[in-house]
């Protein structure tokens, strides 16, 4: 019989709310890296008017995080000119893409039809450990293998 999380948990469970709140700080920070790569691809410059429409926030908002991202050297600007991810930022956007794949790939793999795989995905990305994304990678690669993927 399978075990329950509550029975394999460690015996201080506060590490796995601690793990929570860490993913929690770092989601925002791989979003919006993520998001401004993709404009940049799809329209040559990114500015915080196409940031605001693109996550549905107001441009104050947008200009807060993006302050906080420019302290964290993962962008670069200046006032009034577009927004460019510095070389850091560039390999985080690139990872979170890479880990949003695989999760929605899984999810696609179980079932889960895409227009539910993809805002689930995006969630999920951001708290599931590299033992379980690769785990979540082989099984999609062997899904794929075996023509099992649905």
């Given at each position: ?87 850091r930022g560039e390999q985080l956007a690139a990872a979170s893409r890479r880990r949003h794949d695989i999760v929605f790939r899984f ?31 082989e099984h999609v690669a062997g899904c794929e293998e075996t023509g099992a993927a649905r």
């Amino acid at each position: 019989m399978a075990r329950t999380w509550t029975q394999t948990r460690p015996n201080r469970p506060g590490r796995a709310f601690r793990k929570v709140r860490t993913d929690h700080a770092a989601e925002t920070a791989q979003d919006y890296v993520e998001a401004v790569s993709d404009i940049v691809h799809r329209n040559g410059v990114c500015r915080v008017k196409d940031l605001s429409e693109h996550m549905g926030v107001s441009h104050v908002t947008v200009s807060r995080i993006v302050a906080r991202l420019l302290d964290e050297q993962l962008v670069e600007t200046e006032p009034y000119r577009p927004i460019r991810l510095t070389a850091r930022g560039e390999q985080l956007a690139a990872a979170s893409r890479r880990r949003h794949d695989i999760v929605f790939r899984f999810l696609l793999s179980l079932g889960v039809p895409g227009h539910e795989a993809g805002p689930d995905a995006e969630g999920i990305e951001h708290h599931v450990g590299d033992a379980t994304l690769h785990r979540m990678a082989e099984h999609v690669a062997g899904c794929e293998e075996t023509g099992a993927a649905r």
